[in-house]
């Protein structure tokens, strides 16, 4: 039986190590936009888009996630903008 107990202890001594994981710098906020186009507004939520776009400076910090809904076929689209590109999911 203390044959049982050493092995389990050593098995569970041995699994333990050390993380040191770096920790994930998080933005100061982040902003979620919702677009609804879902009706005669589906051409003015490209337009907003654009002007968020444009509006975005670089090196601020936070995000933005912008939600997309319109009545095409690639809709609904969850979008993250950087100032530089824009991430679609």
């Not at 041995?14 to 770096?22: A, L, P, R, Y």
């Not at 809904?69 to 679609?88: A, C, W």
Request: with cysteine; hydrophobic share 35%.
């Amino acid at each position: 039986m203390k044959y049982i107990y050493a092995v389990c202890f050593l098995l569970l001594v041995c699994g333990c190590h050390k993380e040191n994981d770096t920790p994930v710098v998080l933005p100061a906020r982040t902003l979620l936009v919702y677009l609804g186009g879902d009706n005669n507004l589906d051409a003015e939520t490209y337009d907003k888009l654009v002007q968020i776009k444009n509006g975005w400076e670089d090196g601020t910090d936070g995000n933005i996630i912008v939600y997309q809904d319109t009545p095409f076929k690639d809709s609904p689209r969850l979008m993250e903008i950087d100032g530089k590109s824009e991430k679609g999911y």
